[in-house]
Every structure is written in C-alpha cells, then in structure tokens.
C-alpha cells in the first residue's frame, strides 16, 4: 500500500485548512475524502486485485485533486508523483466544465460533465457513486433551493452516467436521494402550512375589523 499512503499524504497537506461548504462544524475536507474512500474500501470487488484495489483507492482519496488544487499541471504531477494509472483515474473525475467559459450556465456545465463521465472507467464510476453517495448525504446544511437542485441533478447523474455500475452503491445512492427528497418535501409542506396560518391570521383580522 505504498502508493496509497504517499497518496494520502498527498490529499491531506494539499486539503490542509480546507473545509466542506455546507456541512456542520467547520468539518475538514480531508473527512469527506477519506469517506468516500473508506465506503469502496468495504466493498466486495472480485474482479480487482490488490494492485486494482490500491489504485482505486489512490484515485479515491485524490478525486478532486486536479480539480480544486492544481487544474492546470495536476495531471502532470500525480503522473510523476504516483504513476500514469492513478493520474489519469483522477483526470476522469475532474469535472469537464473548470475547462470551459465560466458565463455558461450551470446546466450546460453539468450536461458537459455527465458527457465526460459517461465513457470513463469502472474505477472511476465507483469513486462518483461513493463520492455522490456522500454529497447527497451532507446535503443537510445547505439552501433548501439548492438541495432541490442537486438531488435532481444526482438522479440525471445516476440514469445517464454510473447505473449498472456496483448494485449495492447504487442502491445506497438512490436511498440517499429518497431521504434527501423526503427532507425537501418536509420543508416544502412546512412552508406550505406557515403560508396557510399567515393566510388564516390575515383573514382573522379582516373579520374583527
């Protein structure tokens, strides 16, 4: 496991003082990496062997290397870093629209990662669902508005994209995605009965008047 260890060291100094967006606690981003990890780490994968496993996991913990630290040159230093195998695996994760005009617009930019993410592989669509999987769950922290957003966008992601892949994260994504959906329909029926009571009061005070 020698190549997973340089690999770690390597996420946790570059992700050092970086913190999750939405979750609670300020958490450190080095956690969620390591979820994502841990999650493949258990799972049954007999096609792989030790040295399929290692390099899945290199590509796990560095998933959003390339994206978020070193778009540019990142490619070229896992390659030196690690190897070829885990530097490409990590080039298939990061998103095709950083490369593209930023005044897209956000559809267009996830149209265009789905269109990447579609032909990459198998190592890679295992390391999407675990990381999904793990997004959706911390979705709880963030806008309502967004969290609609998302959880739609992560079924497109799931039809177009990582179905057939692995059945057992497969199916813990999409139980993911009915909790979260169950939360947003919670919230929606909240706001549904605070507009009723505002509508009652008003209409309270226009009797006694």
């Known amino acids: 496991m020698y190549n997973y260890l340089k690999a770690y060291n390597l996420a946790y100094k570059s992700f050092d003082g970086v913190f999750r967006k939405f979750e609670e606690g300020s958490m450190p981003y080095i956690r969620h990496l390591e979820r994502v990890t841990n999650r493949l780490m258990r799972l049954h994968l007999p096609q792989y062997n030790s040295h399929d496993m290692e390099t899945l996991l290199c590509i796990s913990i560095l998933h959003d290397y390339i994206e978020d630290i070193r778009p540019n040159d990142g490619r070229q230093y896992l390659?030196?870093?690690?190897?070829?195998?885990?530097?490409?695996?990590?080039?298939?994760?990061?998103?095709?629209?950083?490369?593209?005009?930023?005044?897209?617009?956000?559809?267009?930019?996830?149209?265009?990662?789905?269109?990447?993410?579609?032909?990459?592989?198998?190592?890679?669509?295992?390391?999407?669902?675990?990381?999904?999987?793990?997004?959706?769950?911390?979705?709880?922290?963030?806008?309502?508005?967004?969290?609609?957003?998302?959880?739609?966008?992560?079924?497109?992601?799931?039809?177009?994209?990582?179905?057939?892949?692995?059945?057992?994260?497969?199916?813990?994504?999409?139980?993911?995605?009915?909790?979260?959906?169950?939360?947003?329909?919670?919230?929606?029926?909240?706001?549904?009965?605070?507009?009723?009571l505002y509508e009652n009061e008003y209409e309270l005070k226009a009797i006694e008047e």
């Open 79 to 196: 390659r030196d870093a690690l190897n070829e195998e885990i530097s490409y695996g990590v080039f298939e994760l990061t998103n095709a629209s950083i490369y593209l005009d930023n005044k897209l617009l956000r559809a267009e930019k996830k149209k265009a990662d789905r269109e990447k993410l579609k032909d990459v592989s198998h190592m890679a669509k295992l390391v999407k669902l675990s990381d999904r999987i793990d997004n959706v769950r911390s979705l709880d922290g963030s806008p309502v508005k967004y969290q609609r957003k998302y959880v739609a966008e992560s079924i497109q992601l799931y039809n177009e994209c990582l179905k057939g892949t692995h059945t057992e994260l497969e199916n813990e994504l999409l139980d993911e995605i009915l909790k979260a959906q169950e939360n947003i329909d919670a919230f929606d029926q909240v706001d549904i009965n605070r507009d009723m």
